[in-house]
C-alpha cells in the first residue's frame, strides 16, 4: 500500500487534526489484519468541524461556479491521477476485488466532473407577472453547510456524489465516513487538499461514535442540510432527530431490490445482467438484487444458467488476480447471511449452489430455489452473495409480489415485449427501472428511491438541486 496517501486523523478548518489519545483500528477484512489506528474524532471535534464549515461558507458561496469547477477539475484530475493508490486502499479496507475498486475510483470522479459542471448551469427564472408593475425574478442559492454521512460498502463514491454537487452549489460541507473503511475517504480529502479548496470548505471527522456524531449534525442550527446513504432504521432516528431544526435530508436507504424475468426475455442477456447485479460488491449494494421473480415457464432455464454462472465465480482476497467475490465487510455480516441461509432452510428453500461460510469473513455465492414469502430475506435487505428465485405464472402476481415490500429503490426486469416493457416499468413502485439491465448506476441519471428507501436524488441534473434553496424576488413599482 502506497503509505503517502494514507492519514489517521480528522481534517478541520484546513488542518490534519486530532483529539485527546482515544483510537480505533481498522481492519482489513480479508484476513483480520489491522490496516491502521485512526485517532477517534468525537462530538467536540464534529462541532469544530461544523463552526469551521460554517465561517468558510459566506465567502465560499460568493465565489463563481466557474472558480469552483477549476478547483473541483483539480481534484477530480488528482484522483484519476492516483486511481491505482486509490484503489489499493479500497480492496485492503472493505474487500471489494481491485477490478470493482478501479471501478469505483472511475465511478466516484465522475460525479465530481459531471457537477463541476452542472453547478455553472444553476439557471434561476423570470416568471411574467401577475400585475404591469411589478416583475419577478427566481434565484437559487447554496443551501449553507452540508454533513455528509457516507457508508463503507462504496468509500469514495458515495462522497462525492453527495461533496460534489454541494461544492459545486456553493456549499460547504463536512463529511462522517464510516469507521470499517474510513481511509479511502481520507485520502480522497488529502486530494482535495491539493487540489486547492480554501480552509473549511471540506472537513472530515473520523470517529467511532456515530450515534453521538449524527446527533450533533442534527441538531445544529448551522447545519443547513444532511446527506445520509445507510439504512432505513438509521435514516429514520436521522430524520426524527431533525425535526426540531426543520433541516433538509436527503436519505438514500435500504432497497429489496426485485428482478423479473418474463417468459419472453432473452434468458442468456438475463443472467448476465443477474450477475452484475447480484454480485458487484458480493452483493454488499443498495441496487443488488434481493429477489429473484421467475416466471413459471422459464424458471429451471433461467435458476440452471445462474448456477452454472455462479460456480465460474472466484472467491478470494480482493487484491488476487481474477477475485470476483472478496470478504463480507465484518464477521457479523457472515452471521447474518448464514441466519438467512438457515431460515430458509428451515422454510422449505432449496440451496442450488454455496450455502456456506467459508472462515475469516468469506460466503460462498449461493443460489435458493422454492423461495417464498415466509422468508427472512424476501423483507429484509441482504447485502450479502445470496440468490433467492421464487416463481410467478402472469404479469399482474409478478408486479404484486415486486411491489410487496416498504422499500423502493431499484428494481429490474427483463422481457422482449415493448408494451409489457411500459406497462411493468410504470407499475413499479421503484425510483430505479433497469430494463433488459442489471447495472443502472451513472454519474448521468438520478439516482435514489420511493417508500421507506427515502428521499432526494444524487447525480445527474436533479442532483444538485438538493443542495439549492429557491427565493423568489418580487420588484415593485415598475412604472
Ligand atoms: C449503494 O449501494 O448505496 C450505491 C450503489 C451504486 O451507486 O451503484
Known amino acids: 500500500m502506497n503509505k503517502s496517501l494514507l492519514f489517521d486523523r480528522s481534517y478541520v478548518n484546513g488542518q490534519w487534526t486530532k483529539e485527546g489519545t482515544a483510537s480505533f483500528e481498522v481492519m482489513n477484512p480479508a484476513n483480520g489484519e489491522t490496516l491502521a489506528t485512526v485517532a477517534d474524532g468525537d462530538v467536540i471535534m464534529t462541532k469544530k468541524a461544523i463552526e469551521a464549515a460554517d465561517r468558510a461558507f459566506k465567502p465560499w458561496s460568493k465565489t463563481t461556479a466557474k472558480y469552483r469547477a477549476s478547483i473541483l477539475e483539480k481534484w477530480n484530475d488528482l484522483i484519476i491521477a492516483h486511481s491505482d493508490e486509490l484503489a489499493d486502499i479500497m480492496t485492503l479496507e472493505c474487500g471489494k476485488p481491485l477490478a470493482e475498486s478501479k471501478g469505483e475510483v472511475a465511478y466516484g470522479a465522475s460525479f465530481i466532473k459531471w457537477f463541476a459542471e452542472e453547478g455553472k448551469r444553476i439557471y434561476g427564472d423570470v416568471i411574467p407577472p401577475h400585475t404591469e408593475n411589478r416583475r419577478i425574478v427566481v434565484i437559487k442559492q447554496p443551501i449553507g453547510v452540508v454533513a455528509a454521512m457516507t457508508p463503507w460498502n462504496f468509500p469514495l463514491a458515495m462522497i462525492t456524489r453527495k461533496v ?269 427501472v433497469g430494463i433488459n439491465e442489471g447495472l443502472i448506476s451513472t454519474e448521468v441519471a438520478p439516482f435514489g428511491g420511493v417508500k421507506s428507501s427515502g428521499q432526494g436524488r444524487e447525480g445527474s441534473k436533479y442532483g444538485i438541486e438538493d443542495y439549492l434553496e429557491i427565493k423568489y424576488m418580487c420588484f415593485g413599482n415598475i412604472i
Not at 447471511?337 to 455465492?365: H, M, S, W
Not at 404484486?400 to 422481457?415: C, E, P, R, V
Open 164 to 432: 460534489g454537487p454541494a461544492l459545486a452549489a456553493g456549499c460547504t460541507v463536512i463529511i462522517r465516513p464510516t469507521c470499517e473503511a474510513p481511509l479511502t475517504a481520507l485520502a480522497l480529502v488529502h486530494l482535495a487538499e491539493q487540489a486547492g479548496f480554501p480552509p473549511g470548505v471540506i472537513n472530515i471527522v473520523v470517529g467511532s461514535d456515530s450515534a453521538a456524531m449524527g446527533k450533533v449534525f442534527c441538531e445544529s442550527e448551522l447545519v443547513k442540510k444532511i446527506s445520509f446513504t445507510g439504512s432505513t432504521k438509521i435514516g429514520q432516528i436521522l430524520m426524527a432527530q431533525s425535526s426540531n431544526s426543520l433541516k433538509k435530508l436527503s436519505l438514500e436507504l435500504g432497497g429489496n431490490a426485485p428482478f423479473i424475468v418474463f417468459e419472453d426475455a432473452d434468458i442468456d442477456q438475463a443472467v448476465a445482467g443477474a450477475m452484475v447485479s447480484k454480485f458487484r460488491n458480493a452483493g454488499q449494494t443498495c441496487v443488488c438484487v434481493n429477489r429473484f421473480l421467475i416466471h413459471e415457464k422459464v424458471y429451471d432455464e433461467f435458476t440452471a444458467k445462474l448456477c452454472k454462472a455462479v460456480s465460474e465465480l472466484k472467491i478470494g482476497n480482493g487484491l488476487d488476480e481474477g477475485v470476483n467475490i472478496g470478504p463480507l465487510i465484518n464477521k457479523n455480516a457472515v452471521k447474518k447471511i448464514t441466519q438467512f441461509v438457515e431460515d430458509a432452510k428451515a422454510k422449505g428453500g432449496t440451496i442450488l449452489i454455496g450455502g456456506n461460510a467459508l472462515g475469516n469473513c468469506y460466503f460462498e455465492p449461493t443460489v435458493i430455489g422454492n423461495a417464498s414469502k415466509e422468508m427472512l430475506f424476501s423483507s429484509e435487505e441482504i447485502f450479502g452473495p445470496i440468490a433467492p428465485i421464487y416463481k410467478f405464472s402472469s404479469d399482474e402476481q409478478a408486479i404484486q409480489m415486486a411491489n410487496d415490500t416498504i422499500y423502493g429503490l431499484a428494481s429490474y426486469f427483463y422481457s422482449q415485449n415493448v408494451a409489457r416493457c411500459w406497462k411493468v416499468a410504470e407499475a413499479l413502485e421503484y425510483g430505479m
